[in-house]
């Protein structure tokens, strides 16, 4: 499978963007999507991931209250809603694919290429 995420930006903090990633060849029924991210300096962290199909998503707590993460089936497209942005969220977003439940970067493969998200105060 391939993924493309797209719809980064420059952002003021408080404001709301979302992200796609898009998927294109052979179907990963049994895999889950994730969203990381790597701010300038920092490792690459798990932000959100969802089931393929669509269920049962999972966040990492800085994010809860404030991101979805959710699936078009009809477009095999995963989003991230990002909302009450902070200028801590500033970073390059990814998505990828792997082991639902995984929070682990190096569970995952099928690497987009990024679309950077920055959140000015």
């Known amino acids: 499978v391939q993924l493309q995420a797209s719809g980064g930006g420059l952002v003021q903090a408080g404001g709301s963007l979302r992200l796609s990633c898009a998927a294109s060849?052979?179907?990963?029924?049994?895999?889950?999507v994730g969203w990381f991210r790597q701010a300038p300096g920092k490792e690459r962290e798990f932000v959100a991931a969802i089931h393929w199909i669509g269920v049962n998503p999972y966040y990492t707590d800085s994010v809860k209250g404030r991101f979805t993460i959710s699936r078009d089936n009809a477009k095999n497209t995963v989003y991230l809603q990002m909302n009450s942005l902070e200028p801590e969220d500033t970073a390059v977003y990814y998505c990828a694919t792997g082991p639902h439940g995984s929070r682990w970067s190096g569970n995952f493969g099928s690497w987009g290429q990024g679309t950077k998200v920055t959140v000015s105060s």
């Open positions: 060849g052979r179907a990963f029924s049994s895999y889950a």
